[in-house]
């Protein structure tokens, strides 16, 4: 059996689309959905990660301001920055790129941007509402994964579902959602003694370590869905998951490729999340 395979890209052009067309009716009632990006250093992952968003914005139809700073930066002057844009009507969505210089806070950073517009999701107050079921925004690459469950019509109730890293932006969110959906949810992490005892009951495997190959064929049971939020390197340099896609995919059912899987999803859910905030603000205003 080959595994069907949940194409990201696809999802989230659709998504994209949608997400364009509520733009569109925000301006027309005279606001123009804004995100900000803030990007303090010169790492160049995070450069690249900061045009990507950028880009999306503009081809969706949303106002984005990218703020560059040095990395001599000091703590004091990012929040004030963060302090301004929280008092910034045309921007409805504050983004500060990780990682930030050590000598700078990165979480009194996070708890400084507005709840209201936390479309990362990283915020207490965000993570206190995902995990009480209150209105809250989502960090987006466990949002992307169940954007993606939700796209195969894939019902989660009584499911069993394995999510192997317990990291705050993406294991943590990502089992609180899949209990959300009322699956049996168990985390795995680096001191989980039998890993594959875990994944081979499991319906769905979300892998999210940032490790290649932390679940191979062997460790899978027919017809499962497995979800991989790797973004690693092999040693011919090409991007590659967690997952080894090529045995992994004889055995589930479903799987999203490296690249055009899960990735392509985190930016789409940051659009929907400040589209969503843009609304909120309308809607409040
Ligand atoms: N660095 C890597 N991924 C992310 C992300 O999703 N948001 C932010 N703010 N920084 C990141």
Redesign the pocket.
């Known amino acids: 059996m080959t595994a069907q395979l949940i194409d990201g890209n696809a999802l989230s052009r659709q998504l994209r689309t949608e997400v364009s067309q509520r733009a569109a009716a925000l301006k027309a009632r005279g606001v123009t959905p804004g995100l900000a990006v803030v990007l303090v250093g010169d790492n160049p992952a995070?450069q690249v990660?900061v045009r990507n968003k950028v880009k999306a914005c503009e081809d969706s139809g949303l106002h984005s301001v990218l703020e560059k700073y040095e990395a001599s930066m000091t703590e004091a002057e990012l929040l004030a920055r963060v302090e301004a844009l929280n008092d910034d009507p045309a921007i409805h969505g504050i983004?500060?790129?990780?990682p930030l210089p050590a000598h700078i806070d990165a979480q009194k950073v996070i708890e400084a941007i507005s709840p209201a517009k936390d479309v990362?999701g990283?915020h207490i107050a965000s993570a206190g509402a995902l995990m009480t079921g209150m209105p809250g925004f989502w960090p987006?690459?466990p949002y992307g994964c169940m954007k993606m469950l939700e796209s195969i019509g894939y019902d989660l109730r009584g499911k069993h579902a394995v999510v192997i890293g317990r990291s705050n932006?993406v294991g943590k969110p990502m089992a609180l959602m899949l209990l959300g959906q009322n699956a049996t949810v168990t985390i795995c992490h680096s001191a989980t003694r039998d890993l594959k005892a875990q994944t081979l009951q499991a319906d769905v495997i979300v892998a999210a370590v940032g490790k290649r190959n932390v679940l191979t064929a062997d460790m899978v049971k027919p017809g499962a869905v497995v979800i991989d939020v790797g973004m690693n390197r092999n040693d011919e340099g090409k991007l590659c998951g967690d997952v080894d896609f090529e045995g992994v995919k004889q055995v589930a059912g479903w799987i999203t490729p490296v690249p055009g899987g899960v990735g392509p999803m985190?930016i789409t859910m940051l659009l929907v999340n400040t589209m969503e905030a843009a609304e909120r603000a309308a809607g409040a205003a």
Do not use: A, E, G
């Open positions: 995070s990660y983004l500060v790129q990780l990362d990283f987006c690459t932006i985190t």
